[in-house]
Structures are given as structure tokens and as C-alpha cells.
């Protein structure tokens, strides 16, 4: 692709769009991982989160090729993806360091890098798809998506502070996310993708955003129980 010719640009804008779309569900990830560090490591895990997501993406793409060669990438991804949406809501933070929500600068980045990592596989396809094999878009979308997801945290993290009832609403887009991959597991094509078999998918995410929001709740509930008792 001719550099800065009209099929360049209109893949960049493409390229853009992607990043706008899914680096929401980054930008939940980190403001939900960081929620119960202390004010001055919230913005230090939101800047190495994405570093670290970046980083991750980064790799994926080189090796996008590869990774399309994966026979239930995305339905292990979203399985994965629906146990840290669940771990978001169930881990109050309160003596854990090893869950989503831990009061540790480390353990909020393990689960920063791990979920980007699941949901990265969308981005990748996405932007690789678009830029048609050209590595100067994949690098200009790459890079575009640094700041998208560092504002997004940034804002999330505010508005968490201020209404915590988003951590339930970051919980299901992360749990329909999951859900997307899922379905969109090449393996499970013919279960999915079949005629009449609509309702399945409809079903699929019902599920997956009822299970992870009732267990995460209830889980939640469970631990403060525990923690008031002591």
C-alpha cells in the first residue's frame, strides 16, 4: 500500500476506529485492577499497564499469523476473560494481593497484563486486518492506542470513585467481550453460525453477563460478610 495514498489513509482511519472501540475494554481492565491502590500508585499502574499492554500487542502482532493458526484461541481468551471479569467483582481488595482488585502496585499489574493479553487477540486481528499487511499502519495503530487507553483509564478511575456502581457495568462489557470471543471461536462455527441458531449466541451472552455479575456479586458479598465477622 502506497504510503499517505487514499487507501492508506482510509486504512489509518480504520485502524483508529478499531483502537477507539476496543481499548475501551483496556481502559476498564487497568481502572478496575487499580481501583484499590493508593492515590499515588493509581497513575503509575495506569502508565506501566499500558505499557505492558502495548508491549503485549505488540508481539501478538508480529506473531498474528501464527496465532490465527491456534485452534481455540479465542474460546480459551474468553473463558479466561470471564474469570477476571468475575475476579473484578468478587475481589473487594480487602487482605488479597493476589486478585484483580489487590492493594499491591504488582499484583494490579499481573492482572493488567494478563487480561490485555486475553483481549488483545481482537485488536490484533482487527488492526492487522485493516492495514492490509502494511507494518507502518500496524505500528501507527499501535502507537495511537497508547493514549486512548491511559485517558480511558484515567477516566474510568474518576468516574469509579465517584459512582462504583461502573464496576459492575465494567464487569459485563468485559463479560460480553468474553462472550464475543467465544462465539466467535472458529471451532464452534458450526454451533454458532448455524441456521435458526441465533437465540444460542442471544443466550451465550445473557449468560455469560447474568453469571459473571450474580457469582462476582454474590462472591463480593460473601468476602465483606467474612471480613466484618473478624
Not at 486504512?11 to 484499590?36: C, F, M, P, Q, W
Not at 475476579?87 to 487482605?95: E, F, I, N, Y
Not at 469509579?160 to 462465539?183: D, H, S
Amino acid at each position: 500500500m502506497e504510503l499517505f495514498s487514499a487507501p492508506w489513509w482510509s486504512a489509518l482511519l480504520a485502524i483508529i476506529l478499531i483502537d477507539l472501540v476496543l481499548a475501551g475494554d483496556n481502559a476498564i481492565v487497568i481502572a478496575l485492577a487499580a481501583r484499590s491502590l493508593p492515590p499515588e500508585l493509581q497513575k503509575k499502574a495506569i502508565v506501566w499497564g499500558t505499557v505492558g499492554a502495548i508491549a503485549v500487542r505488540s508481539v501478538m502482532t508480529l506473531g498474528v499469523v501464527w496465532l490465527l493458526q491456534i485452534p481455540g484461541l479465542m474460546l480459551v481468551g474468553g473463558l479466561g476473560l470471564l474469570w477476571i471479569a468475575y475476579k473484578l467483582l468478587a475481589d473487594t481488595g480487602q487482605g488479597d494481593d493476589h486478585g484483580p482488585a489487590a492493594s499491591t502496585f504488582w499484583g494490579a499489574m499481573k492482572t493488567i497484563i494478563v487480561a490485555d493479553a486475553l483481549m488483545g487477540v481482537d485488536n490484533v486481528l482487527g488492526v492487522a486486518g485493516a492495514a492490509h499487511g502494511s507494518w507502518d499502519l500496524v505500528i501507527i495503530g499501535l502507537l495511537v492506542s497508547v493514549p486512548i487507553v491511559v485517558f480511558g483509564s484515567s477516566v474510568v478511575l474518576k468516574l469509579v470513585e465517584r459512582f462504583p456502581v461502573i464496576i459492575q457495568l465494567g464487569a459485563a462489557v468485559l463479560a460480553f467481550t468474553a462472550a464475543k470471543m467465544v462465539i466467535g471461536e472458529p471451532l464452534l462455527d458450526a454451533v454458532f453460525d448455524a441456521p435458526g441458531n441465533a437465540w444460542l449466541q442471544w443466550s451465550v451472552y445473557g449468560l455469560a453477563v447474568a453469571g459473571v455479575l450474580g457469582l462476582g456479586s454474590w462472591a463480593a458479598k460473601r468476602s465483606n460478610s467474612a471480613t466484618l465477622s473478624h
